[in-house]
Structure formats: structure tokens, C-alpha cells
């Protein structure tokens, strides 16, 4: 089945030490996000790319970075976690830009910061 | 900006009650609107949307949504509750190109 996979599931990481979330999708889809979702809270859109072009949202913090090295693949980068960084990472696809187009969203990353 | 409140963070109902869960959004103009599923271990799932026309939205597993513009409401109901419903459901606004905002969530428990 097509489909958006996360990898891994679950990543502890230590308060300062960079951290990668994976994500990989199958549907050949040109748009790919990422969302923050804290405990009890709304997912945030924290960028997306639309093929390789990257739009980053106006509050997300200059520790999260991503990497789109070509269609399947799409990275999440924290290059120094904090604590308030501990969230679930979604990442998204979508064949098109805009919200016509339905958004496929992974399982998520739980991310841990120790 | 546009934004979403889903007033019950939590609602319990038995299976085969019937369900409303509650949405409120604030927005200038008129809204792309969306429901979605979030099951435990999983991603978020779309069951329905509008974007025009009929205000009466029938979406996936047996859920439909009313918009009513006067109350700036996009209610989702389910005439009858299964066990399988127990998830988290999320309402989200729509502007501009991929501005989505989300709903905290309501959790439903479906009691037996």
C-alpha cells in the first residue's frame, strides 16, 4: 500500500545533542510537511516543500531545519533539542500545494528529550 | 489570523449513542474546513471537508459535518458510536495556500 512512513517511531535524544527524523513516502507526492504536536495541543506546521523548494513557517525556531534530497525522502534536523522541544513530529504529504489537495500524514516520531 | 476551538477537550458516550463534537473557527472570509481522526500509534486521517456548496458534508465511517456560517460552527455528528471511533478528532481551518490551523482535539471514549 502506498503510504508515509516515520522513522523511528520512538528517539530519545540528550538536551543539546542533534537529533534526525526520518521520513519516507511511497504516493510520489510533490508536497511534504512537517508538524509539531506537543502533548494535548494542535499539530503546528513547521515548514514544507513544495519538489525542492522549502517554505519555512514565520515562527519556527531556527534550531529545526529540513532536508528534501529528493521526492520519497524529507529530514527534520533539531540541531540543539531542548527540553521543550519533547513532542510528536507528523510529517505529510500532498500531491499539490494548497489545501484542495488532502494532506496523508505519517504515524509520527515521539521525540524525548532527556 | 484564522484559528480553531473545539470547546470539549474530552467527551465520553456510550456505543450506539449518537455524537456531536464541537467546532468553532474564527476567520474573515469564508473557510476551508476539515475533520480529522487520530487513532493511538497513528497519523492523523482525513474524514471529510468543505470547502463550497452544500453546507451538509458526509465524510468516511458514517461521520458528517454541517457548516453553518452564522455561527462560525462545523459541528461533526455520527448518528450511531462504535468502539472502533474511540480516537482523538481534530478540526482544522483553511487559508491561503497550506496555512492549516489546528483544533487542541477532543479525545472520545466510547463506553461499552
Known amino acids: 500500500d502506498a503510504m508515509v512512513i516515520q522513522n523511528p517511531r520512538y528517539q530519545v535524544t540528550q538536551f543539546g545533542k542533534p537529533v534526525t527524523l526520518s521520513c519516507s513516502q511511497t504516493l510520489n507526492h510533490n508536497v511534504m510537511y512537517w508538524y509539531q504536536q506537543k502533548s494535548s495541543q494542535a499539530p503546528k506546521l513547521l515548514f514544507h516543500?513544495?519538489?525542492?523548494?522549502?517554505?519555512n513557517e514565520a515562527d519556527t525556531p531556527d534550531n529545526f531545519q529540513s532536508r528534501r534530497p529528493n521526492t520519497s525522502f524529507c529530514f527534520l534536523d533539531i540541531r540543539s533539542p531542548g527540553l521543550g522541544d519533547a513532542a510528536m513530529y507528523l510529517c505529510?504529504?500532498?500531491?499539490?500545494?494548497?489545501?484542495?489537495?488532502?494532506?496523508?500524514f505519517g504515524p509520527g516520531t515521539r521525540l524525548t528529550v532527556t | 489570523a484564522q484559528s480553531v476551538t473545539q470547546p470539549d477537550i474530552h467527551i465520553t458516550v456510550s456505543e450506539g449513542a449518537s455524537l456531536e463534537l464541537r467546532c468553532n473557527y474564527s476567520?474573515?472570509?469564508?473557510?476551508?474546513l476539515f475533520w480529522y481522526v487520530q487513532s493511538p500509534g497513528q497519523g492523523l486521517q482525513l474524514l471529510l471537508k468543505y470547502f463550497s456548496g452544500d453546507t451538509l458534508v458526509q465524510g468516511i465511517k458514517g461521520f458528517e459535518a454541517e457548516f453553518k456560517r452564522s455561527q462560525s460552527s462545523f459541528n461533526l455528528r455520527k448518528p450511531s458510536v462504535h468502539w472502533s471511533d474511540a480516537a482523538e478528532y481534530f478540526c482544522a481551518v483553511g487559508a491561503g495556500d497550506n496555512d492549516m490551523r489546528f483544533g487542541a482535539g477532543t479525545r472520545l471514549t466510547v463506553k461499552p
Open positions: 505529510a504529504t500532498s500531491r499539490g500545494g494548497g489545501l484542495l489537495y488532502e494532506q496523508y
Open positions: 476567520y474573515g472570509a469564508t473557510p476551508y
Open positions: 516543500y513544495y519538489d525542492k523548494d522549502f517554505n
